[in-house]
């Protein structure tokens, strides 16, 4: 009997992570982004001359505090939005198992028809460029899980904003990092 209550603490913890469970009284700040993908690739009256503009620009945003009932430091699901937010540590991209898990979950309240909008974010740490290309890699793993793993192919919308959106200021991010995430939100 006392070898199964190891084993028990350590597999319900687990599920807790997975589902992104945690009855506290947590909120979690929602932004919604407006974009818009724009790339001029020809200049008037010269035909060797490109112009090549940022592909995420942030056109208007609206910020909201909203109660998260289920919140774990990996994972936050928020109820009014549908979206799931995969938190980072510091310069990783890569999803973890409950980052896995909590997808799955999350997979199983969505319409099969929409589409899932993948955001990937940082914080400032680091170059501008550095954290662009950080947020790719953070949305592009996120999105190659879903499309390979779970077979979701052409439903998945893929954006990296980089450090242009953050959603908590310096301090509160060096506490809980929450600048550092991925956002799937469905379309």
Do not use: W
Request: proline share 1%; charged share 25%; net charge positive.
């Amino acid at each position: 009997m006392k070898k199964l209550i190891p084993f028990a603490i350590i597999f319900t913890s687990n599920v807790a992570l997975a589902n992104c469970i945690n009855q506290s009284e947590n909120y979690v700040t929602s932004k919604v982004l407006k974009s818009s993908d724009t790339k001029n690739t020809q200049v008037d009256g010269k035909l060797a001359s490109v112009i090549n503009e940022d592909l995420s620009i942030v056109q208007d945003e609206k910020i909201e505090k909203v109660e998260a009932t289920n919140a774990t430091e990996s994972c936050t699901f928020d109820k009014n939005s549908m979206s799931l937010v995969l938190h980072y540590d510091t310069n990783e991209h890569y999803l973890t198992n409950v980052h896995k898990q909590a997808i799955s979950k999350y997979l199983e309240l969505v319409n099969q028809d929409k589409r899932i909008l993948v955001e990937g974010h940082t914080d400032d740490v680091g170059s501008q460029a550095y954290n662009k290309s950080l947020s790719l890699r953070r949305a592009s793993t996120a999105s190659k899980y879903l499309k390979k793993e779970l077979g979701l192919g052409n439903r998945i919308v893929e954006k990296a904003f980089g450090e242009s959106a953050p959603i908590c200021k310096v301090n509160e991010n060096k506490l809980s990092g929450c600048n550092r995430r991925v956002v799937l939100t469905i379309e």
